[in-house]
């Protein structure tokens, strides 16, 4: 079971070649106002919204937290 599960493990990794749709087929046709059809990179690259940038500063030295109204004990 165990070796089973590591040759289909292993077996995915191999892939060396450019992604290219299968033979017959064609890409997703352009989306609406697109001037070309995306290649299969583009089609691959995350857009902002689905990797968006982190907004939180971490705190580089101590420094002192400012109070929580909400850290209330349990009741």
Request: charged share 25%.
């Amino acid at each position: 079971m165990l070796l089973a599960s590591l040759v289909l493990a292993l077996g995915g990794c191999g892939a060396r070649e450019p992604l290219a749709p299968r033979p017959g087929a064609s890409l997703p046709v352009a989306p609406y106002g697109a001037r070309a059809t995306p290649t299969p990179p583009d089609l691959l690259k995350p857009e902002p919204q689905t990797r968006p940038a982190r907004s939180d500063d971490l705190i580089q030295a101590s420094e002192a937290r400012r109070s929580d109204e909400f850290d209330l004990p349990p009741n």
